[in-house]
């Protein structure tokens, strides 16, 4: 199970105290092999509504993105949401922390890479100035 976090600054009367939030809202990540069983056990438990799906049939996260969020999470690399992008180039970074990590290059004053959870249509982004970038 994998439940991406954002560490914010939350201000108090008194101090800023850190507090934890999910990256995507109501989003959890499991891996596991779906039989009928197992999906009905899923459904069944607490805070479970539903699972991603079109036209009934589960629709799986490539490994890829999930490996590529846990490891940007991970350095501790600024990130916010990001509007969901279907257009734009997909480029991958070249050297660095965040070497071989891909996404899709967007560019408003700075150069951004969206790292997109397709499957769920939600996105994060990160500046990536100075990175070396080249198309996939």
């Known amino acids: 199970m ?12 008194d101090r800023c105290q850190p507090v934890y939030v999910p990256l995507f809202s109501g989003y959890t990540f499991v891996r596991f092999e779906l039989s009928a069983g197992l999906r009905l056990e899923l459904l069944h438990t607490g805070g479970v509504i539903g699972l991603i799906s079109a036209r009934g049939v589960a629709i799986p996260i490539p490994a890829k993105q999930i490996d590529d969020l846990q490891r940007l999470l991970s350095q501790k690399v600024p990130c916010s949401l990001h509007a969901f992008l279907k257009v734009g180039q997909r480029v991958r970074v070249r050297g660095g922390c965040l070497d071989g ?27 990536v100035e100075g990175y070396e970038l080249e198309m996939v």
């Open 2 to 13: 994998f439940l991406p976090l954002l560490r914010e600054l939350h201000p108090w009367s």
């Open 101 to 127: 990590m891909e996404g899709i290059l967007e560019q408003r004053g700075e150069k951004n890479l969206v790292i997109s959870i397709e499957s769920i249509e939600r996105a994060v982004a990160i500046t």
